[in-house]
């Protein structure tokens, strides 16, 4: 018979508790879980038992964390951190040349000297395996929290986390974003004013992705009316495809449009005043003192030492 921790603690049980405290919606969460929602309900009633009180309750529709709930998910996260812990502490005795690499890159993100560097990376050290996710922000932020990606290569800064302490970042380039148009009359503009980029409809990042989020804040500080979007991409080349063949605005960035300086009727501007974020990679305190993680970022460095990273994208847009 299983004792009440084992209840308690099991694997399964702390992730349904933790997808359901993050969804709070137990539709949404089943689905995210892949079981269906009365076996999710049957777990979540099951737990209650064993810890002898509500862990949620309801206001209406919504549901809401007890005081209870709020205790369960501290300790789950403390939970968490310490099995982190002990795993990065383990893996920092591995091989510097074995082993496998998970790494998150922002969907939004140019991928091709990340892919470039991979290949070389492969050929070098054939025993380690890299593993790479295209993932939203939140998905990051959830994988990095979970262990499940060692490292994000992602935009900054970030607001939307609230306790950095966990984390520390490298930086890889600063990054501008850009406006592009297909506007004649300015095309010679270097730079332009928030307020004269809504004369057109825009393509746009989806709603919570970083640079949708960074366009929004900016036009809010310069008390711009944000442009009028008629559609949604989650990555630059999708984005730039359809603003060419549509002729509607976009953003994008610096790093994406290097060596694209020549497509018809199309030009690019810096927004005055500028939008700048770095790209960065980011991961657990710890991580970089694992040998392989350590070899792969000094590694990387060694990389753009020869290239940097602007000279690396012309070149492989010019292969």
Known sequence: ??????????????????????????????????????????????????????LFYSVGKKLR?????YTMLDATHKIYAILNQATDEIQQ????????????????????????????????????????????????WEQ??????????????????????????KKIISDDLLFIHHDPQLAKKRRIKFKDTTADP??????????????HEAYKNQLADFPKGVANFTTPTQLLHFSMQTQVSTA???SYMVGQEDLPNTWTAHFDPN????????????KAEIPRISHFLAQFDRYLHTDDYISRLRQLRNK
């Open 93 to 140: 005795a591995t091989s510097a040349t074995q082993g496998e690499i998970n790494i998150g890159l922002l969907a939004s993100i140019e991928d091709a000297v990340f892919e470039d560097f991979a290949i070389l990376s492969y050929q070098n050290n054939p025993d380690i395996k890299i593993s790479f996710h295209m993932l939203t922000r939140k998905e990051i």
């Open 252 to 254: 994008l960035p610096n």
């Open 202 to 215: 825009w393509a746009l990042y989806p709603d919570g992705y970083y640079l949708n989020q960074a366009l």
């Open 275 to 286: 939008i700048r974020c770095d790209l960065a990679f980011v991961f657990r305190k710890g």
């Open 65 to 69: 964390l007890s005081d209870a709930g």
């Open 1 to 54: 018979m299983k004792t009440k921790q084992e209840s308690i603690f099991s694997s399964k049980t702390l992730t349904y508790f933790l997808q359901l405290a993050e969804t709070m919606n137990y539709t949404q969460a089943a689905q995210i879980l892949g079981i269906t929602q009365p076996a999710l309900t049957q777990q979540i009633k099951k737990l209650e038992r064993t810890v002898g009180a509500p």
């Open 144 to 169: 990095l929290e979970n262990n499940r990606i060692d490292l994000a290569i992602m935009y900054l800064p970030d607001d939307s986390i609230k306790n950095w302490k966990p984390y520390e970042s």
